[in-house]
């Protein structure tokens, strides 16, 4: 006899076909005057059909390295770690489910104060008792909504990132921290590979690559001594994906962000393996496969949008655009970065509407609508100098100047040329013989546009190198 409505273990059973036939009869019958046991084994053969496709492709990626070796990224940690976190015991489970809801307003505390001066902050995480399971849980929750809100405003994630590992690495220092009840049911190492990755991805969006890729090293480090939670190592992986995939090292960006999207997908996380496929779509166009690239990022907008994921939704709406401007279809592209525009505010997602405006400025200068990119590109600085994006402000502007000289205005031009020398002398960021070529193509009434082009994509080259893609 099976029971009146059967188990998930007994529908995985029945739909493999092991049920003997008197039962499996029964249970067919059950299934069709039963929706919600129905409803049930159609969800239970969808993930299992998902498993048996993704598990092989997973176990694939794992065993077989396309990384460097000594890359610390080349094989995802496996084993038990130290301190590893176990499920709660039936006479502890009444005080985690305490600690959670507590850990709410803990959270509230944290985001307000990650908003407020650094001192602010500061006295906010060092008031913690990471002792004790509320405050790691409510840590862990803020670090969370970072990780999902990461486009409101990176510089100050950054920052909660950065503060938030220097309070986990005190607490590590208090051997008593590592023999408290709390460290079973949230090890410390998760709390600071949590900060790190936060801090980590929040450089992807303000172009300090060489700090974030220490963080997101030091990140799945510490998740391998935590949890070795499989979801956390796979978010370290994406964001890892991301870095190499704008530092010209698309085809291990390829395989960190299909590594991570395969991960996902056994998990059954679905608007998470969207966002690797777009990671993985990113790569794709850095190894100028727009095609392919298209491709990829259309066939996941349906996926971000039944998940409400609008933030990376609109991204990957900017990555079409991309591919498109790339493709030569300008009018196309400029479409799209119109409608990414409609969907995000300036207010609410400042960090992707900088770069959408970037995008859509840049077809605007395809078009030849000079006079109109100009405007464009100086939003856009403005944009990403609030973000703290120096690299792309700067680069910006030089794209200003450029569209300035080729629209009549070369008085302005040079007037805003003489103004981002100064800075990027300062910087050390743009060779000085270009400048000093940049300032003679622009000189008297008909600038030498098209040596002025050859050199602005020199400079640009320039400060990516120093100021962004720094290794």
């Known amino acids: 006899m099976i029971a009146a409505h059967p188990d998930d273990f007994r529908l995985l059973v029945y739909l493999e076909g092991e049920l003997d036939e008197l039962e499996a009869a029964r249970l067919k019958r059950h299934l069709a005057v039963c929706p919600a046991c129905a409803a049930a084994c159609r969800d239970i053969e969808r993930l299992d059909r998902t498993l048996k496709s993704t598990l092989p492709d997973l176990e694939e990626a ?26 709660a015991g039936p006479t ?214 039944q998940h409400e994921r609008w933030s990376p939704y609109v991204s990957t709406l900017n990555g079409i655009g991309f591919c498109l401007l790339r493709l030569g279809r300008v009018e196309e592209a400029r479409r799209e970065y119109a409608r990414a525009l409609r969907l995000v505010g300036r207010e609410a997602r400042p960090a992707v509407h900088a770069f959408i405006r970037a995008n859509l400025a840049r077809t605007l200068f395809e078009g030849k609508r000079y006079a109109d990119a100009a405007r464009a590109f100086d939003g856009a600085a403005r944009l990403f100098a609030s973000q703290g994006a120096t690299g792309d402000e700067l680069t910006m502007l030089l794209l200003r100047v ?32 270009v400048l000093e070529s940049l300032e003679a193509a622009l000189r008297g009434d008909l600038p030498d546009v098209d040596l002025l082009e050859v050199l602005r994509t020199r400079a640009e080259v320039q400060i990516s190198e120093r100021l962004r893609r720094a290794v």
């Open 62 to 87: 794992l065993a077989e390295p396309a990384l460097p070796q000594g890359d610390p990224f080349r094989v995802q940690p496996d084993g038990t770690p130290r301190g590893a976190a176990r499920p």
């Open 402 to 433: 450029e569209a300035l000289a080729r629209s009549g205005s070369a008085v302005l031009a040079r007037g805003l040329l003489g103004e981002v020398s100064r800075r990027v002398r300062a910087l050390g960021a743009v060779d000085a013989a």
């Open 92 to 305: 502890e489970i009444p005080a985690v489910l305490a600690a959670s809801r507590e850990a709410i307003g803990v959270k509230s505390r944290l985001l307000d104060a990650a908003a407020a001066p650094e001192e602010d902050l500061r006295s906010a995480l060092e008031a913690l008792d990471l002792l004790g399971l509320r405050d790691r849980y409510g840590l862990g929750y803020a670090l969370d909504e970072a990780l999902y809100g990461m486009v409101d405003g990176p510089a100050r994630w950054d920052r909660f990132g950065r503060l938030s590992a220097d309070r986990v690495l005190a607490a590590r220092a208090d051997g008593r921290a590592l023999d408290a009840p709390a460290e079973r049911a949230y090890p410390l190492d998760d709390l600071l590979g949590l900060s790190l990755l936060v801090s980590g991805t929040a450089c992807n969006w303000t172009g300090e690559f060489l700090r974030g890729g220490r963080d997101l090293r030091r990140a799945y480090g510490a998740f391998a001594r935590g949890s070795v939670s499989e979801r956390r190592l796979a978010s370290v992986e994406l964001a890892e994906a991301q870095r190499r995939a704008f530092l010209d090292r698309a085809d291990e960006a390829l395989h960190l962000a299909g590594r991570a999207r395969l991960t996902f997908q056994s998990l059954g996380m679905e608007d998470e393996a969207a966002r690797a496929a777009a990671a993985h779509a990113i790569a794709l166009s850095y190894l100028a496969r727009d095609e392919e690239a298209l491709e990829e990022f259309r066939s996941i907008l349906p996926v971000l949008a």
